[in-house]
């Protein structure tokens, strides 16, 4: 009995193990099953659903981008200039004039016009004066008058102190133009220091020039102007339509909503043709509060742009300064300063800087500026130089407050073109509202100009010109501005 039931029982037991392998290999296909199709929806929903690295994400929000697609845009660039009265190079390169393109943009305009500013002056009311090289900005003042009453005027700009002229901007506004000032004291505790136009949704103008008439007569500047670009010009109007909103609510929104998020950025630059050359561009903004998803924070713009250098890094900025500028009590702010050191150091990258020497100069500038050029060792391969670059002015031009200084701010290496509107201090990074163009065209074989080539002729005119005068470590600067 006991032989017959454990006969019985192995024979039960081997049925239910064939029941289990049975079971056991149902299951392992239909898991495989699963498995496989669960790959294959992740991989459509991969393929249709492309995103954005945190690491691309400017803001805390968790916003998901499309990816950026190529623009086939005829667009057109042209670097421009304002050259001071009575400022002679012995050079070749030369540019367009800011005015010029400013009227330009003015003569295209059929729909909109988008303009972001520190402040207005292009009358000479404020000086007393009846300076006669101010009818360049009489000129445009006119001309954009005139444009209000015909279409859509916008300008978004920081909020006047009571001691500045504001004759310009009411004149404008009594002509048309929608105006909203941005309380940035209060937002950041810094400034609206942007200097940009957006036009038609297609044209732009981004550079150092304020809206002010000694910005096209008594001030050297520098900007680039793109046009039938609507790519680029969507995406500059993003910023403006960010100072627009905060011009009204007076409040930084955390995070930003979706419709100011940006595809474009240091990693996913905007791939299109400028003056039919290929080109990866795209817009930086500080500060960062006010960057949205996407959106490259200046600071970081810059860094990564000497990051990317492997020969030459030149920079011309009117001023140059390791600390927050305006800050109490004072905080030393070295971000900039140590990359430039780094770079030079750890890859023997070469590094220019030209820096503006005028009457408004803060003598704490110098120590900084002979520390730097200090780190010149040609037996070591340490190359940092520093030059200052003076305006000469007449008597007569002497009288004109806040002129004849060089006020680029720009920075061009063997790779990337940088055009941007802040000074380079910590405050302009941290709290003070500006922006930027980069442009990497050097993957281009075509035979005309890139932007990089054409910046770097202007730094190397400045540079060698007879306005620019070497900083070393000796350097007696107490009275040279």
Known sequence: MDITYNKLVDV???????????LYSRCVVALATVATVLLAAMAVYNLLTPRVSSSHTASSSSIRLPQAESCYDPCEIVLVESIPEGLEFNSSTTHPSIFQAWLNLVSEARSSVDIASFYWTLTNKDTGTHEPTANQGETILKKLAELSGKLSVRIAVNRPQESQPQDDLKLLNDSGADIRTVNMRDLTSGVLHTKFWVVDKKHIYIGSANMDWRSLTQVKELGVVVYNCSCLAADLGKIFEAYWFLGESQKIPSPWPSSFSTLYNKDTPLQLPL???????????????FCAAGRTPDIQSILSVMEDAQSFIYIAV???LPTMEFSHPKRYWADIDTQLRRVAYERRVKVRLLISCWASTQPVMFPFLKSLASVYDPMNKLD???RLFVVPANPKQKEIPFARVNHNKYMVTDKIAYIGTSNWSGDYFVHTAGSALVVNQTASRSPDPTVQSQLKAVFERDWSSDYSTPVTQNSNLKDFC
Do not use: C, F, G
Not at 275 to 289: A, G, M, Q, R, W
């Open 384 to 386: 940092i130089q520093v």
């Open 318 to 320: 009117m001023n140059y």
């Open 12 to 22: 039960e037991w081997r049925r239910q193990d064939d029941r289990k392998a049975q």
């Open 275 to 289: 003056n039919n050359t290929p080109s990866n561009v795209y817009l930086s903004s500080s500060p960062p509060s």
